[in-house]
């Protein structure tokens, strides 16, 4: 037999194909979708790590919303009467929330004192300031030649910017943190203490404050120019359409019709937290968690830190001790302060993901 005559494929018969004879196909399923549960095992055992600030003055309900958002209920809640700060001094606590198997690392930044002196000059500077120093620290473990496997995240992926019910507008206070604030973090501006004023009042308060954001050029979450598809543009214009959501956080109970739900007693009736006639809490929480919780994630990481990383990279210079070498002194508090220009840097990482 001749060495160099090949044996007939079995794929590739001599008989002519008919219509009614089907192609050659492969034996089965090569299991591509398993990658899926891999993700999702890899994931559950690490967990999720998720901050968020809450900015506002004292008296707003910051932190029965927090409250409210994970079910995390304080032992030890402030007591009635206590003074505000005489200056503002910022603090985080954490919390591990586990819900189905799903473990999510909460940290929470808290921002008493602020808005509430006479003089509020530069009173966004501590606020700027925290949440750069976050990414500064993130950025010296990425530059270390020996890195950890996982960077520890305490970098602030959501800041809830909460505006007095006052029924007008944004105050001159308000517009000049938030003109700072969107530069440097996710923004999602809600109306607190929503229940003070009439649903008349409250919608009529939403469209000032709309025009006040378009007025002064300020991008709060979801930014239209982030939305990848039809489907993130039909569901993030509903959103847009309803910022800043009128809230209202409760942390007790009631019984209501045979159950029981979250909601402030008043002398005219019980103000349903997730009943949204009563309020809209539940479009925050469905953003905060339920819908966007992974995309704040990632713009934090693609955009506003990749906005830092490139500034203070270009600061620094190369030192001949190989390449990729990068010496890179500490930022100043002036650095940390300062707002620097916001720059669209998410397509080049997302097409970076689809190389191989």
Known sequence: MDPLRRSPSPCLSSRPSSPSTPP????????????????????????????????????????????????????????????????????????????KGVKLKLTVT?????????????????????INEQYEQYLQEELLITRQRHIPDTRV?????????????????????????????????????????????REAFRRRIQQNLRTHCINVYPQMCFDEDINDRILNSKLRDRIPFAVVGADQEHLVNGKCVLGRKTNWGIIEVENMAHCEFPLLRDLLIRSHLQDLKDITHNVHYENYRVIRLNESHLLPRGPGWVNLAPASPGQLTTPRPFKVCRGAHDDSDDEF
């Open 110 to 130: 808290d921002t008493p004192g602020f808005g509430d002196q006479i003089n509020n000059d530069n009173c966004w500077d501590p606020i700027l300031g925290y």
């Open 24 to 99: 050659c196909e492969m034996l089965g399923p090569v299991g591509i979708e398993a990658v899926l549960d891999q993700l999702k095992i890899k994931a559950m055992k690490m967990g999720f790590e998720f901050n968020i600030m809450v900015v506002g003055q004292s008296g707003l309900g910051k932190s029965t919303m927090v409250n409210t958002l994970f079910k995390v209920w304080k032992s030890n809640p402030p007591g009635l009467g206590v003074p505000p700060p005489q200056t503002l001094q910022l603090h985080s606590v954490t919390h591990v929330i586990e819900e």
């Open 157 to 201: 992926h959501c800041c809830v910017y909460f505006v007095p019910p006052t029924g007008h507008c944004l105050r001159p206070l308000d517009i000049e943190f938030l003109q700072r604030l969107c530069q440097t973090v996710n923004v999602v501006p809600v109306i607190a203490r929503a229940d003070s004023l009439t649903m008349e009042e």
